[in-house]
């Protein structure tokens, strides 16, 4: 992709934000599991988060592609704090196209900041696979809507500020179609949260989120009734390509190290750069990584021109963390017995990644919705 100026200045803030303020600690935030807000509101005052959305809600006005070299720059340095730009774009884009326009005023420009954090939750205890069969529900009462049920498996559960739910108003055989999505405020009385103990991406607090009674006004819903699925689920389709250069930047920071590596590393009495069988792997694991990068692009340069890129993101949604997962794996492998040590970060980065080989879909769901998207839905009735 050939970058303009304001594409480059970006993709450099980022860069130097990333590797100064992010990698040095990557590990040690982990091991706290806390998120920092600071590191979020620095994203937002060097204007990392919601680069795509239109000036008046804080963005700069530039495009799906600035964003993902920023997922990319970002996930290079710490892997989970790239869940935000790429979740604040996600959730963004969601609320811009189906949220009234006092929520979007109220919500979309502290999203920008770093000040507000929004989840996501379409997923519940009996699974995530078949989304459109979820049974939380949202019953009309007067000029409200009355929510009950859990959501299961949220990032950032236990410390989002507002919550996108996709809930079912219809009967509990309509499928699809009975389900309508809302924007609910963490502060309403009758939301509770816990925080799972993950193997990785600690830092995002994935957890439940239980609605008990929880009234929101019906201003609050996202898009019409009944339309949650096909109106809101759109939006994964962008998310999709973000995810997958996460992965690539965590995937090309291992690979950078690992490159050094081989020029310090000896054994019999060489740099281990001169083994081919060092070297190729990661020549592999390059070459792998560039296609990853390029196919993204591409995917949001489709999306940029309004054109239909749910397959490609689809494609990129399984490859993108099994690829990073299995380049990673081989850079950890090129330390030898370091490698194997806590003291260094690829066993995290592999941890880090492989929570997304399940999470927005798993590679099997991904792989029928190309299916779906070659031989039509004839293929894949249930989905
Ligand atoms: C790190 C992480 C972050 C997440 N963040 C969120 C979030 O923010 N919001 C949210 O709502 N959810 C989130 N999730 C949940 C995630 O979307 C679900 O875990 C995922 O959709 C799979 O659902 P499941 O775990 O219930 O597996 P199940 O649906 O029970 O599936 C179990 C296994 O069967 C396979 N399978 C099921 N059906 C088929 C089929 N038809 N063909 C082939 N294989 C099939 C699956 O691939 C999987 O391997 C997250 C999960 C993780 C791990």
């Known amino acids: 992709m050939v970058l303009s100026d304001d594409q480059r200045a970006l993709q450099e803030t980022a860069r130097r934000f990333s590797r100064e303020q992010l990698l040095p ?15 979020l509101l620095e994203m937002g005052r060097l204007g990392l988060m919601g680069v795509e959305l239109p000036e008046r809600v804080g963005g700069l006005g530039l495009d799906a592609a600035t964003a993902g070299l920023i997922a ?30 006092e929520i979007i005023d109220e919500w979309v420009p502290r999203m920008v900041r770093g000040e507000a954090l929004v989840a996501i939750c379409l997923t519940e205890p009996r699974g995530g696979s078949d989304a459109a069969n ?12 009355v929510i009950n049920g859990e959501k299961t498996s949220i990032t950032f559960a236990d410390r989002a500020d507002g919550y996108i739910v996709f809930a079912r108003t219809g009967a509990p055989d309509s499928g699809a179609k009975g389900i309508t999505a809302f924007f609910i405020p963490a502060d309403r009385p009758g939301i509770q949260r816990t925080a799972f103990n993950d193997v990785g991406s600690r830092i995002a607090g994935r957890g439940s989120v239980f609605f008990d009674d929880v009234r929101v006004p019906l201003d ?13 689920m759109q939006g994964f389709d962008y998310s999709r390509a ?9 995937a090309q920071a291992s690979l950078d190290e690992a490159w050094s590596y081989t020029k310090e590393r000896e054994a019999f009495g060489r740099p281990i750069a001169q083994f081919q069988g060092v070297t190729f792997p990661l020549a592999e694991g390059e070459s792998h990584i560039a ?36 380049v990673i794996h081989q850079c950890l492998l090129t330390f ?30 991904m792989k029928l919705i190309i299916a779906r998207e070659r031989v039509g839905r004839a293929a894949v009735q249930y989905l």
């Open 72 to 101: 990319e720059e970002v996930a290079y340095g710490d892997f989970n704090v790239s869940l935000v730009p790429v979740g604040t774009s996600l959730n963004a884009a969601i609320l811009m196209r189906n949220a009234q326009p």
């Open 25 to 39: 600690l990557y590990q040690k935030r982990e091991e706290s599991g806390v998120l920092d807000r600071e590191l």
């Open 291 to 326: 296609a990853i990068r390029q196919l993204a692009f591409h995917t949001l340069a489709l999306r940029d021109a309004n054109l239909p890129h749910t397959a490609e993101s689809a494609m990129l949604k399984w490859m993108g963390p099994k690829t990073a997962f299995d």
């Open 220 to 232: 609050h819903r996202l898009g019409d009734e009944g339309k949650g699925f096909t109106q809101v």
């Open 134 to 145: 979820l049974q939380l529900r949202a019953r009309r009462d007067g000029g409200h809507y």
């Open 336 to 365: 030898g017995h370091y490698g194997w040590t806590k003291d260094l970060p690829h066993q995290q980065r592999m941890r880090d990644v492989m929570g997304l080989e399940i999470g927005d879909g798993t590679a099997g769901v």
């Open 242 to 250: 973000l995810i997958a250069l996460q992965c690539v930047g965590a």
